[in-house]
């Protein structure tokens, strides 16, 4: 459906050149769910907007559904309706209903009849769960709400395939679930995407091929298994394990406890689980200042997961050579298993090793 060769694209800044895509060569097969992933400034978004020319490239070619779209005689226009996209900041016209906003391509573009557009864009509101807000306008809805009514408009205009830019980025984490739920439907009825995200679970759930990017090129290229369960390059092994940690030693009982719920505030504020802050905060102050209020000292490593988006505790009591919660203040032990997925011991040389997920 899409076959890239070469594909480039130089910046100027003050005269000077940046090279953001390389000489990048690939091939995107009808019904394929590809996932661009990589660190931050690799080209991911420019490759997806150099696809249908958002960008202008440098030097390559793209040849989409058998023609080359980088011909000057090409009518863009044309082919981005067979090429949809949606972007990270939805793009919705502010002055016309959800309903005007999903059917004015349909009737403006294609020339299709009112009625008709209409009642093609009720059934794509209902695919995304947005048709009770038919009639309402853009401002009155939430983030996941907008990007579902994005992505109906994308469907309104009968794509061929769909680039997503990041349509998650600009969500508040609670509302991410609900985006990446319309976009796994889609998946499952066959529709072919490129997906730039920073959802890793997700590209792995969804997709049936990972591009890796770094350094303006595809570094790598495989299945979901292949990139995150065994991956080749340093750089993919390195991407793909990393792992963010907030370290703690606490070697005395009259540690800050304030400064301490700051900073794991900032931690998850970073990361983008805010919504765990106060479940990690309070099994913390439990085990830290009940359970272990008599055990020093401790270290303790407080670890984000970008794989999965998940949180977990290491607290190793040094010099414990048998268990501390079997006879822990019941209260406490309670709240901490109430609020985790699996709590568990382990003695070890160098004292107990206590693990929170």
């Given at each position: 459906?899409?076959?890239?060769?070469?594909?480039?694209?130089?910046?100027?800044?003050?005269g000077?050149?940046?090279?953001?895509?390389?000489?990048?060569?690939?091939?995107?097969?009808?019904?394929?769910?590809?996932?661009?992933?990589?660190?931050?400034?690799?080209g991911?978004?420019?490759?997806?907007?150099?696809?249908?020319?958002?960008?202008?490239?440098t030097?390559?070619?793209?040849?989409?559904?058998?023609?080359?779209?980088?011909?000057?005689?090409?009518?863009?226009?044309?082919?981005?309706?067979?090429?949809?996209?949606?972007?990270?900041?939805?793009?919705?016209?502010?002055?016309?209903?959800?309903?005007?906003?999903?059917?004015?391509?349909?009737?403006?573009?294609?020339?299709?009849?009112?009625?008709?557009?209409?009642?093609?864009?009720m059934?794509?509101?209902?695919?995304?769960?947005?048709?009770?807000?038919?009639?309402?306008?853009?401002?009155?809805?939430?983030?996941?709400?907008?990007?579902?009514?994005?992505?109906?408009?994308?469907?309104?205009?009968?794509?061929?395939?769909?680039?997503?830019?990041?349509?998650?980025?600009a969500?508040?984490?609670?509302?991410?679930?609900?985006?990446?739920?319309?976009?796994?439907?889609?998946?499952?009825?066959?529709?072919?995407?490129?997906?730039?995200?920073?959802?890793?679970?997700?590209?792995?759930?969804?997709?049936?091929?990972?591009?890796?990017?770094?350094?303006?090129?595809?570094?790598?290229?495989?299945?979901?298994q292949?990139?995150?369960?065994?991956?080749?390059?340093?750089?993919?092994?390195?991407?793909?394990?990393?792992?963010?940690?907030?370290?703690?030693d606490?070697?005395?009982?009259?540690?800050?406890?304030?400064?301490?719920?700051?900073?794991?505030?900032k931690?998850?504020?970073?990361?983008?689980?805010?919504?765990?802050?106060?479940?990690?905060?309070?099994?913390?102050?439990?085990?830290?200042?009940?359970?272990?209020?008599?055990?020093?000292?401790?270290?303790?490593?407080?670890?984000?997961?970008?794989?999965?988006?998940?949180?977990?505790?290491?607290?190793?009591?040094?010099?414990?050579?048998?268990?501390?919660?079997?006879?822990?203040?019941?209260?406490?032990?309670?709240?901490?298993?109430?609020?985790?997925?699996?709590?568990?011991?382990?003695?070890?040389?160098?004292?107990?090793?206590?693990?929170?997920?």
């Amino acid at each position: 459906m899409i076959e890239i060769t070469n594909l480039s694209k130089t910046y100027y800044n003050n005269g000077q050149p940046l090279e953001v895509l390389k000489g990048i060569d690939c091939t995107i097969n009808k019904g394929e769910i590809v996932s661009i992933i990589g660190p931050s400034g690799t080209g991911k978004s420019t490759f997806l907007r150099c696809i249908n020319r958002l960008d202008e490239p440098t030097g390559g070619q793209i040849i989409f559904d058998g023609e080359n779209i980088l011909d000057p005689k090409v009518d863009i226009n044309r082919v981005r309706r067979k090429m949809g996209i949606v972007f990270q900041s939805f793009n919705l016209f502010e002055h016309f209903t959800i309903l005007e906003n999903v059917t004015f391509g349909p009737i403006k573009v294609l020339g299709m009849k009112k009625a008709e557009a209409e009642e093609r864009a009720m059934e794509l509101l209902r695919t995304v769960g947005m048709a009770e807000k038919a009639n309402v306008y853009p401002s009155s809805l939430s983030g996941g709400q907008k990007q579902r009514v994005a992505i109906a408009r994308c469907l309104s205009m009968e794509p061929k395939c769909i680039l997503f830019d990041e349509p998650t980025s600009a969500l508040d984490p609670t509302m991410v679930g609900e985006v990446l739920s319309v976009i796994r439907q889609l998946a499952s009825m066959g529709m072919t995407m490129l997906i730039v995200t920073h959802e890793m679970k997700f590209a792995h759930d969804v997709s049936t091929r990972i591009l890796f990017m770094y350094g303006g090129g595809i570094y790598e290229d495989g299945t979901p298994q292949q990139i995150f369960e065994h991956p080749q390059k340093p750089e993919t092994i390195a991407f793909i394990q990393r792992i963010r940690t907030l370290h703690y030693d606490l070697n005395t009982t009259n540690s800050d406890l304030y400064a301490i719920n700051t900073d794991i505030d900032k931690f998850c504020l970073k990361y983008g689980v805010e919504r765990q802050k106060f479940t990690l905060q309070l099994i913390f102050e439990e085990l830290m200042f009940n359970i272990l209020k008599d055990y020093r000292p401790i270290s303790v490593d407080i670890s984000f997961s970008e794989l999965d988006y998940s949180l977990s505790m290491k607290v190793l009591v040094k010099g414990a050579t048998s268990s501390v919660l079997n006879d822990a203040d019941e209260l406490s032990l309670s709240i901490i298993k109430g609020k985790s997925k699996e709590v568990k011991e382990t003695v070890t040389d160098e004292g107990l090793l206590i693990e929170i997920k």
